[in-house]
């Protein structure tokens, strides 16, 4: 029978007492702990029921595995269905390049180790990274955003960039720690932008050449807990 891990909000994996990974029906097991045919058919039932790796310790094999089980675009893009990635941890580089996500896709308190890459992916529902950990770079550059997209109390280690984003909804930023550069060089966003941001000392923004034009995009709050440069242009 498969038992709650003690800090886990899902019925966790039944593989050993200490992994948090949520258990996928019939197998009780995670993603992380099934194999050959399981693993295939966990995935391709993810198709249709959703992308279910709720703590579960993501290695790029694994990663691999996934993308290869999901559709496809022409382009060999992956294309992810509704996806829970909540408190994962990625052990190598993420790389989700232009990837479709067609559903909501959280994030929240997932951790990259590596790099994580999500460069020209296209988020159609909501995308949430609260409180998600970035320890390497985080590469955001050309993402479209059609749904809310979410990053408070995120903390980027190294340098993140949303150069070229395009945000269609709400996208906020609220509470976020940044210890390398955070850019959203000519990001363009439709609705509301809110940036509330603390630094280690080291941290800097850039926004130049962001386009803010929905009506309520000049709501704009950046603050540092130390004063360092800040880069704003129309």
Request: overall charge positive; glycine content about 12%; some cysteine.
């Amino acid at each position: 029978m498969t038992e709650n891990h003690p800090q886990a909000p899902w019925r966790t994996c039944q593989v050993g007492s200490g992994c948090s990974g949520s258990a996928l029906s019939p197998f009780g097991r995670c993603l992380r702990h099934l194999d050959g045919y399981k693993l295939k058919l966990a995935i391709k039932r993810a198709k249709t029921k959703g992308l279910d790796v709720r703590g579960v310790t993501i290695a790029p094999s694994l990663l691999k595995s996934i993308f290869d089980g999901l559709d496809q675009t022409v382009d060999g893009a992956v294309i992810v269905p509704r996806a829970r990635f909540n408190s994962a941890k990625f052990t190598g580089p993420a790389g989700f390049d232009r990837a479709t996500f067609n559903g909501h896709a959280t994030f929240e308190g997932a951790k990259f180790h590596e790099e994580a890459r999500f460069g020209r992916a296209t988020f159609k529902g909501d995308a949430r990274f609260v409180g998600a950990t970035f320890i390497g770079n985080a590469g955001f550059d050309k993402v479209a955003f059609k749904g809310n997209a979410g990053f408070d109390w995120a903390t980027f280690y190294g340098d993140a960039a949303f150069d070229e984003a395009i945000f269609s909804e709400d996208a906020r930023f609220g509470g976020v720690k940044v210890s390398g550069q955070l850019s959203l060089q000519s990001v363009h966003a439709e609705k509301k932008l809110r940036l509330a941001l603390s630094t280690d000392g080291t941290g800097m923004v850039n926004l130049a050449r962001a386009s803010l034009a929905g009506r309520n995009c000049q709501y704009l709050w950046m603050r540092s807990f130390r004063q360092r440069r800040l880069a704003r242009h129309r």
